[in-house]
Nanobody
């Protein structure tokens, strides 16, 4: 079984910071990257940050310069440091493993967990 457990969310004021953690268990094959996704009410889930097995990172334009994705040395835990948080960052945040399914497609595995709620409000 594969399990991804997110933690670290909470309620913060605009401009505040949070550090999210993703603990992975089980075996996931053919991992290209680990990614953080978020989903706000009434909106589709979107990729916000990803890190490849080689350490290359990628960020959504909306979070560039504010969020940083990283992983532990054991590579079974992934983090998302979120700074300068904005109300528009409010969402449930999920982590997942991404895989290459074609020469042009990189998609997440269907291993979604419960996520962790991030609320940015005064």
């Amino acid at each position: 079984q594969v399990q991804l457990v997110e933690s670290g969310g909470g309620l913060v004021q605009p401009g505040g910071s949070l550090r999210l953690s993703c603990a992975a268990s089980g075996t996931i094959f053919s991992i290209y990257a680990m990614g953080w996704y978020r989903q706000a009410p009434g909106k589709q889930r979107e990729l916000v940050a990803a890190i490849t097995s080689g350490g290359t990172t990628n960020y959504a334009d909306s979070v560039k310069g504010r969020f940083t994705i990283s992983r532990a040395n054991a590579k079974n835990t992934v983090y998302l440091q979120m700074n300068s948080l904005k109300p528009e960052d409010t969402a449930v945040y999920y982590c997942n493993a991404d895989r290459v399914i074609s020469s042009t497609q990189i998609v997440p595995y269907n291993y979604w967990g419960q996520g962790t709620q991030v609320t940015v409000s005064s």
